[in-house]
């Protein structure tokens, strides 16, 4: 049971260059969801979903693009990399409803330069 | 923002004692959830208390809920080395299905 997977684990992206961040869960989890944590600014949640075919914005959703094709997955794309992006990058996942606490990956540490 | 607001932000306390930390959050909520973040890792589930509790034990762990203050606490007890982590609190709203995390306590235990 691996649990909540991310790929890559670190990318430096230059200005303009789009990316995507993998995230996969074994758990068959309905709920999965993108933060990113800034020093002082703890998690900010980016996008979620309740379910495959199924997603929604959080607080700072600009530049920031999801999908949710299968349960399992839930990539998310950077469009066109800004230095403001740099952060380091979680995806979690959760039963939908039941109260259970979030599964956290292990995140990614994006630099753009 | 949505984010909740902790305190103190910072805490250094001596291997043994105890350690209480604070989170308001903004909106009514469905449950309020505690996690500790080892320095470089990924968030771990510590405990949750729902809207209808008023206090929850795990182990060395206590919180408390005020709804009507917006307001949680988690205690931990006789601290150890191993307790030094970043611990935040997550609410999840009422009406939609968004975690909001607050800013973090990061809590330093000296041996």
């Known amino acids: 049971n691996a649990g909540v997977t991310q790929t890559p684990k670190f990318q430096v992206l230059k200005t303009g260059q789009s990316m995507t961040l993998q995230c996969a869960q074994d758990?068959?989890?309905?709920?999965m969801s993108w933060y990113r944590q800034d020093p002082g600014m703890g998690l900010r949640l980016i996008h979620y979903s309740v379910g495959a075919g199924i997603t929604d914005q959080g607080e700072v959703p600009n530049g920031y693009n999801v999908s949710r094709s299968t349960t399992e997955d839930f990539p998310l794309r950077l469009l066109s990399a800004a230095p403001s992006q740099t952060s380091v990058y979680f995806c979690?996942?959760?039963?939908?409803?039941?109260?259970?606490?979030?599964?956290f990956g292990s995140g990614t540490r994006l630099t753009v330069v | 923002s949505q984010q909740g607001e902790e305190d103190p932000q910072a805490l250094s306390i001596q291997e043994g004692e105890n350690a209480t930390m604070n989170c308001s959050y903004k909106?009514?909520?469905?449950?309020l959830q505690w996690y500790r973040q080892n320095s470089g890792r990924g968030l771990v589930h510590l405990i949750l208390i729902r809207s209808n509790e008023r206090e929850k034990h795990s182990g060395r762990l206590r919180v408390t809920l005020d709804t009507s203050k917006k307001s949680s606490s988690l205690l931990i007890t006789a601290s150890r080395a191993a307790d030094t982590a970043s611990y935040f609190c997550a609410s999840l709203s009422n009406t939609g299905n968004q975690f909001y995390f607050g800013t973090g306590t990061s809590l330093t235990v000296i041996p």
């Open positions: 758990m068959n989890h309905e709920y």
């Open positions: 979690a996942s959760s039963p939908l409803q039941t109260g259970g606490g979030y599964t």
């Open positions: 909106t009514s909520i469905n449950n």
